[in-house]
């Protein structure tokens, strides 16, 4: 899980979503933690964002959040995934560098405390929690069945459209690692990964929860590709978008045609974050 990557999570493992948000513990608290501007950018853009140090690091006592986002870090702090947050619009554009440091032991409970209290304290967050309805995904096999196997075949699979996949841009990922994932713009290549952390990923696509039903325990290594919409594709440079007619015309076709997989909508309940207040600017250090 630590070595999921995701250009659509800014280059960070994301946080599952767990239990509820709730008020902080009176002693979570940071001993030091100053909060600075970040630089505005397309989430896409930039590699040198994300998060280093913490709990279960090298530098446990300390942590980095590079450039990252208000809705990333509520995101963090409540242990919810980006569908479980409502707000204002712009918690996915002011983004801040947080440094701080943790009291010795500290664990990742702690640490989801102290930065709720964090932003409560800088950036007065309010909050409250709903049970919403909202539509979900269950990815499962085709009854035509699954079109890649297992990575312990040694198979790599880059789709199997009609036509060829046409995306110069993405370097191939290195073979014998641990699980690896790289999300943008019109494709997933991911490396030695199970099923359910496909469907995490693809809860960026759909807007909603994706459960894994597909029953696979293997891993699987693939490129998936499809024409990215044009306000996904909007300002990314750095991963140009594929001709149009060259790929499958959509997440969910492209699942079918290239790796046998179909998504099936359904809804379910959902806890969500609902954001009654927080400040654009944190104040003074």
Same mark, same amino acid.
């Given at each position: ?20 948000? /709730? ?5 979570? /608290? ?6 600075? *501007? ?10 040198? =964002? $994300? ?23 509520v ?30 032991g500290?664990? =990742? =409970? ?11 304290e ?33 198979h ?25 994932? *790289? ?12 099923m ?16 894994d ?11 998936? *590709? ?8 909007? $300002? ?5 978008? /594929? ?7 959509? *997440?969910f076709?492209?699942?079918? =045609?290239q ?5 099936v909508k ?13 400040d ?6």
């Amino acid at each position: 899980m630590k070595h999921l990557v995701s250009l659509a999570t800014l280059l960070t493992v994301p946080v599952l979503a767990g239990e509820p948000c /709730a008020q902080p513990q009176s002693s979570a /608290a940071f001993e030091v933690a100053s909060i600075h *501007v970040g630089q505005p950018q397309s989430p896409f853009s930039a590699w040198g =964002e $994300g998060v280093s140090g913490g709990p279960g690091s090298p530098d446990p006592t300390r942590i980095l959040y590079r450039n990252a986002t208000l809705g990333e870090l509520v995101r963090r702090a409540c242990g919810v995934v980006w569908y479980q947050v409502s707000g204002p619009g712009w918690l996915d554009t002011e983004r801040f560098i947080i440094e701080a440091k943790l009291p010795t032991g500290s664990t =990742e =409970e702690d640490l989801r405390h102290m930065l709720q209290a964090l932003l409560q304290e800088r950036f007065h967050l309010a909050f409250h929690h709903e049970t919403r309805l909202l539509p979900a995904f269950d990815l499962a096999v085709m009854r035509s069945g699954l079109k890649i196997v297992d990575s312990a075949q040694g198979h790599i699979t880059l789709g199997r459209a009609k036509r060829k996949p046409a995306l110069p841009s993405i370097p191939p990922l290195p073979r014998g690692t641990g699980p690896m994932m *790289v999300h943008g713009p019109g494709f997933i290549q991911a490396a030695n990964i199970r099923m359910d952390l496909l469907a995490e990923t693809l809860t960026h696509e759909t807007g909603g929860p994706v459960h894994d039903r597909t029953g696979l325990g293997d891993q699987f290594t693939f490129t998936l *590709v499809w024409e990215p919409d044009a306000a996904t594709a909007q $300002g990314v440079q750095m991963l140009p978008a /594929a001709p149009p007619g060259e790929v499958s015309s959509s *997440v969910f076709r492209a699942l079918k =045609e290239q790796i046998g997989l179909q998504l099936v909508k359904v809804k379910g309940p959902v806890d969500v974050v609902v954001i009654d207040h927080i400040d654009k600017a944190p104040t003074p250090n």
